[in-house]
C-alpha cells in the first residue's frame, strides 16, 4: 500500500483564505479588526524567523500585528508590565509571548499572566485545564491543526484508536485531551513507555511529537493507519555540507504501509500559524460577544 499525502500546505493556505474573508466581513459588519500582539525578549536567531512569519501572515489575512521587541536583559517585572498593558489594550485582541524566554524569566509566571481570553497560544493553565475538562477552550495551535487534518482524512474519529507519541504540554498533552474529545481510545507514549514499536501497531492513527530525525520505521505502523508527524529535526548531511528538515517518522519506509502520512515540511508545520491566526479571529469575536468560527475551524 502507499500512503496518501496529507497536504498540511495547502490545507493552511485554504484555511487562511477563508479566515481572510471572515476578517473582511468583521471589518465591514461590526467595525473590528483582529490584532494580533507578540512579545519576544532577546535575539533567539529561530525566534525572530518565528515572529517574522507570524507578522506577515497576521497582515496576509488582514489584521493587524503588534510586535513587542524587547532587549535579553528585560526584567520579569518589566515583561510582567507590557502583558497587563496588552491584557488592557481592545485593539490587541491576541496575545502571544514567543517560548522559550531567557533563563531569568519565570515562564510560568508570564504565561499565567496572560488573560485567558486573549491566550490564542492556549498555555495559560485555565485554558489548559478546560480543554482537559472537555469544555470549550483556546487549543495550543500545533494540535489543534494535527486535529483538523485528522478529521478532514478520517471524518469522524469516534472510536478509533489513537497513539500520541510525546507527552509535552504544548503538544503531546493537549493532542491526547483533542483526541479524547473526539471520542478516541487514547494511549500516550514517552521515552520510558515499555514495548513501544507493538503500541504504534495496533493503532489506527499515531500522532508523533518526540523530535527524533526518522524514529518511526515501516514495521512501527499498523497498514492503512494515519500517521501525523510533528517533530521537526534539523539533519545534516556530511557529503554534500548541506542542512535539510525532516520529521520523527521515516517517510521512505512508512509511506509504504500507512494509508495516509503528513510529510515534513508540508504537513502539520503551516497548520501551525493558520490555527494561531483562527484563535487569534475567535479571541477577537468573542471579545466583543460574537462567535467565532471560521468556516474552517469546528466548534471547540
Ligand atoms: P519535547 O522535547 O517537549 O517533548 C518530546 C517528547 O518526546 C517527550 O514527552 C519525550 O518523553 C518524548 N520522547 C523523547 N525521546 C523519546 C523516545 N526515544 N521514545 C519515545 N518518546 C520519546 O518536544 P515538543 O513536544 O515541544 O516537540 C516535539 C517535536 O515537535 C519537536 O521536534 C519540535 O520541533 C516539533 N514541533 C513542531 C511544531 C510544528 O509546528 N510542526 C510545533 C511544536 C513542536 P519524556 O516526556 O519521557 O521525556
Same mark, same amino acid.
Given at each position: ?17 477563508? &479566515? ?53 536583559? %528585560? ?11 496588552? /491584557? /488592557? ?44 475538562? $472537555? ?34 504540554? &504544548? ?5 491526547? /485531551? ?26 489506527? &492513527? ?9 524514529? &518511526? ?6 497498514? $492503512? ?11 545534516? /548531511?556530511?557529503? %554534500? ?38 484563535? %487569534? ?20
Amino acid at each position: 500500500m502507499v500512503a496518501s499525502v496529507i497536504d498540511g500546505k495547502a490545507f493552511a493556505a485554504g484555511m487562511r483564505n477563508s &479566515i481572510a474573508g471572515d476578517v473582511s466581513r468583521l471589518k465591514e459588519q461590526h467595525g473590528i479588526t483582529p490584532g494580533l500582539a507578540v512579545v519576544l525578549v532577546g535575539q533567539d536567531p529561530a525566534s525572530e524567523i518565528y515572529v517574522r512569519n507570524k507578522a506577515r501572515m497576521t497582515r496576509e489575512v488582514g489584521m493587524v500585528s503588534f510586535r513587542h521587541h524587547l532587549p535579553q536583559h %528585560t526584567t520579569q517585572k518589566e515583561l510582567l508590565q507590557l502583558i497587563e498593558n496588552i /491584557n /488592557n489594550d481592545p485593539l490587541m485582541h491576541g496575545l502571544l509571548v514567543q517560548l522559550p524566554l531567557p533563563a531569568h524569566i519565570d515562564e510560568e509566571s508570564i504565561i499565567t499572566a496572560i488573560r485567558p481570553d486573549k491566550d490564542v497560544d492556549g498555555f495559560h493553565p485555565s485554558n489548559v485545564g478546560r480543554l482537559a475538562m $472537555g469544555k470549550s477552550a483556546m487549543v495550543p495551535c500545533t494540535p489543534l491543526g494535527c486535529l483538523m487534518l485528522l478529521k478532514d482524512e478520517l471524518g469522524s474519529l469516534a472510536g478509533k484508536n489513537a497513539l500520541v507519541l510525546g507527552r509535552s504540554n &504544548i503538544v503531546g498533552k493537549p493532542m491526547a /485531551n483533542l483526541l479524547l474529545r473526539e471520542h478516541c481510545t487514547v494511549t500516550v507514549a514517552h521515552s520510558r513507555t515499555r514495548d513501544l514499536i507493538e503500541h504504534c501497531n495496533r493503532v489506527d &492513527i499515531l500522532v508523533s511529537a518526540v523530535g527524533r530525525p526518522s524514529m &518511526i520505521k515501516g514495521n512501527w505502523v499498523r497498514p $492503512g493507519s494515519v500517521v501525523i508527524d510533528v517533530g521537526i529535526s534539523r539533519i545534516h /548531511n556530511s557529503k %554534500t555540507g548541506k542542512g535539510r528538515i525532516v520529521g520523527d517518522v521515516d517517510y521512505s519506509e512508512v509511506s509504504q504501509v500507512a494509508g495516509a502520512i503528513t510529510p515534513v515540511p508540508g504537513g502539520v508545520g503551516p497548520m501551525t500559524i493558520a490555527c494561531l491566526l483562527a484563535n %487569534t479571529y475567535r479571541a477577537s469575536c468573542q471579545i466583543h460577544g460574537l462567535k467565532g468560527e471560521t468556516g474552517t475551524t469546528q466548534e471547540l
